[in-house]
């Protein structure tokens, strides 16, 4: 079997937790009640699988960006057996741009500018650990995160969605991000840094 483009790079199944993250953040709440984001994951890791061969990147970068392209092509046939609309490849098109930036916001939230191919699989690997953190908190700490800081909701929009007071929210987000950090901390790290 003769090697491919991105033969180096991580398993398609290592990405399932920042897909989920992303499909989360494009549902909204009306849709969230007839639509698992599971599935859609799943749907769009069945689907890159039978596509690996047509991946003709090299980075890390390219190979998110050719998942997030999947995903949203998954994303949009699931919305459309929900939704009686006809086909729109305008909001197929609008979702792989906020897919793409969920992902950014995604990426600000590490705050790294590396650029070496090393750099880069450095940053690739921190996104899958925050996605699976995020996975980890509680559900109410992990949407306002996800709304506010993913998403880009004002709080006291995220307050509104969640049907909580601003106070309320603030606090989750509070505590949802300090116990992130504590997911995110390396083994061994104090909670100082040292």
Known sequence: MRPTAGDDLRPIEDHRD???LLVRLQIGPRLRAKLDASD???QAILQAHQRRDQYRGRTEGEWLA??????ANALAAACRRFEAQARDPGRERSLEAELERS????????????TSPSEQAVRGEELLRLAQAL???PEDQRRVVELHYL???PVAE?????????PAAVG????GLKRLRELLREPGESADGR
């Open 158 to 166: 995220v307050a509104a969605r969640i049907d909580r007071t601003r």
């Open 103 to 114: 992902a950014s916001r995604l990426e600000g939230l590490l705050a790294a500018d590396q």
């Open 40 to 42: 859609v994951v799943q």
């Open 66 to 71: 050719w998942l997030r392209a999947i995903l």
């Open 151 to 153: 998403k880009g909701l």
């Open 172 to 175: 989750l987000l509070f505590r």
């Open 18 to 20: 920042y897909l989920l």
């Open 135 to 137: 996975t980890r908190l």
